[in-house]
């Protein structure tokens, strides 16, 4: 027995998850993505370029399709200010936010890239 998909079904977009973490930039061009998923830690470790100083999100909204994807090594660009940030990595997950204050003191978004490694514990 056949199963056609509606054009509705076809078109839908993937159901996705989310959680709640944090994000710091302590050293310079060095920032770490940290969630708490089902128990288990994942934190993403990058770096970013150009190079902004020091800020923190917290709460961090963790964008993903399938815990999957929080795995390897990854590339990702974003934006980063002046109130709030989106960096997307290259296989779709989003991590965004609202900046805390003091912190990242910057007229217009600062568009960054850079690489990552997730850390599953």
């Known amino acids: 027995m056949h199963h056609l998909l509606s054009e509705r079904e076809k078109n839908k977009a993937p159901e996705t998850s989310t959680a709640k973490g944090s994000l710091s930039c302590i050293i310079p061009g060095k920032l770490i993505a ?15 370029n150009p190079v902004v100083r020091g800020f923190k999100s917290d ?46 003191d910057v007229e217009f978004p600062v568009v960054v890239e850079g690489t990552g490694a997730w850390e599953v514990k």
């Open 59 to 104: 709460p961090a909204t963790l964008t993903y399709e399938d815990l999957n994807q929080l795995d390897f090594n990854r590339s990702h660009n974003g934006k980063i200010g002046p109130g709030a940030y989106k960096i997307q990595l290259d296989n779709g997950v989003v991590i965004e936010g609202d900046l805390e204050f003091p912190g990242l």
């Open 34 to 48: 940290a969630f708490l998923i089902d128990g288990t830690s994942y934190t993403y470790n990058m770096t970013i």
